[in-house]
């Protein structure tokens, strides 16, 4: 089985920190993105599943070693060093991986979650809360250390390193869309509101003076990219305001990439190469 990890770490302005938390995955690695607004990064790993577990392992304890919460200043909400470490079934074909997963997909990447969560709470002593088919990772912010008790790892947080949301989900996009629009960071929050679904959950922040709609695609076949951006551009048109441009998170797999016409990549700020088929293939 191939899997992905798309950890997020508290830290996005440190080009040394990142980088030495990113080398820790090793060949895995497929992807990093630096967010100074966000102070926050993202690190795509994928390959083998025995192989992504190891890594993840590693950038956790390289990141939890190295990364102080208690000082750290960002617009995307946090509660951890490591804060979010997701766990995504790809399938079996390093070149295709499926969408939605394949049978028995999702409970591959429970097993994963859970190893994983207790090692941090027995090895990194930091608590986790788990995230996937039993409920929702806004769900896990919103309860944790009050409804929700730590499912590993001690029922307090870490002093530097808080606590991790550890989950298994199927493949996502995270996309952002910063724009110019009258009324600042509340059109911005009307936006987000009114494009939220099922399949996409949206924030409005104001990132040092630029507007930005951040958003999860979290059904992206449903409702990908270009419907998200079209659907933002009517909102800020219809508030006299426009999208200044578009920003992938990280990758996108193929088949959502390739159902979007090759001539609004450019505009949509995607390409083949910054797909999870086009980085696990350049591994092989």
């Known amino acids: 089985m191939f899997a992905a990890s798309v950890i997020n770490i508290s830290e996005g302005r440190d080009e040394a920190l990142i980088g030495a938390v990113a080398a820790a995955a090793g060949d895995q690695l497929l992807d990093v ?130 606590a991790m949301a550890v989950g298994a989900r199927p493949v996502l996009i995270a996309y952002n869309l910063w724009v110019e629009v009258p009324g600042g960071v509340g059109t911005a929050r009307d936006v987000a509101a009114a494009i939220r679904s099922p399949a996409v959950r949206a924030l ?25 951006y079209d659907a933002v551009a009517t909102l800020v048109g219809d508030a006299d305001g426009a999208i200044v441009r578009a920003e992938l998170v990280g990758l996108a797999p193929a088949p959502v990439v390739a159902a979007i016409p090759r001539g609004r990549w450019a505009e949509l700020d995607l390409s083949e190469d910054r797909t999870i088929e086009a980085r696990l293939a350049a591994r092989s």
């Open 33 to 162: 993105h630096r967010d100074p607004d966000h102070h926050r990064a993202v690190l795509t790993l994928g390959g083998p599943l025995d192989d992504v577990e190891d890594a993840a392992r590693s950038v956790a304890a390289e990141a939890v070693a190295r990364i102080d919460l208690r000082t750290h200043q960002g617009a995307h909400p946090r509660f951890g060093a490591v804060d979010v470490v997701p766990f995504v079934p790809l399938g079996t074909d390093r070149s295709a991986p499926s969408l939605p997963p394949l049978p028995g997909g999702m409970e591959v990447a429970v097993g994963a979650r859970d190893r994983f969560a207790r090692w941090a709470g027995d090895h990194l002593a930091v608590p986790c809360f788990l995230y996937g088919p039993e409920r929702s990772l806004p769900e896990v912010r919103r309860g944790a250390f009050a409804a929700l008790a730590p499912d590993t790892g001690p029922p307090w947080p870490h002093p530097t390193a808080g």
């Open 204 to 228: 409005g922040l104001d990132l040092g003076g630029a507007l930005q709609v951040s958003c999860n695609l979290v059904d992206p076949e449903r409702t990908g990219p270009a419907a998200v």
